[in-house]
């Protein structure tokens, strides 16, 4: 079992940054893909970023050269360093970890709120 807590959303004006982190309860980094999610109102959740255990990375294209995902796998998190922000990133985001062989262990985390106003 893998649980997952995320942090960093707030408030931000459009053209700023937000970082978010997602800490894992227990090691990740030897078999799980990390992704981020994002969810907002009347909206399906879609994937925002992911990185795997050797450090590849994939990005939506709405997104791309905005956001950047990393992981520290001593830490046992996964960031989601964004930039340039739009109003349409508003959303709620989520940290997601899925086995790379085992696929039936997926995990969520509840989710951080990231509001892009004026």
């Known amino acids: 079992q893998v649980q997952l807590v995320e942090s960093g959303g707030g408030l931000v004006q459009p053209g700023g940054s937000l970082r978010l982190s997602c800490a894992a309860s227990?090691?990740?980094?030897?078999?799980?893909?990390m992704g981020w999610y994002r969810q907002a109102p009347g909206n399906q959740r879609e994937l925002v970023a992911a990185i795997s255990t050797g450090g590849y990375t994939d990005y939506a294209d709405s997104v791309k050269d905005r956001f950047t995902i990393s992981r520290d796998n001593a830490e046992n998190t996964v960031y989601l360093q964004m930039n340039s922000l739009k109003p349409e990133d508003t959303a709620v985001y989520y940290c997601n970890a899925r086995h790379n062989i085992l696929v039936m262990k997926n995990y969520w985390g509840q989710g951080t709120q990231v509001t892009v106003s004026s």
């Open positions: 227990g090691s990740i980094f030897s078999a799980y893909v």
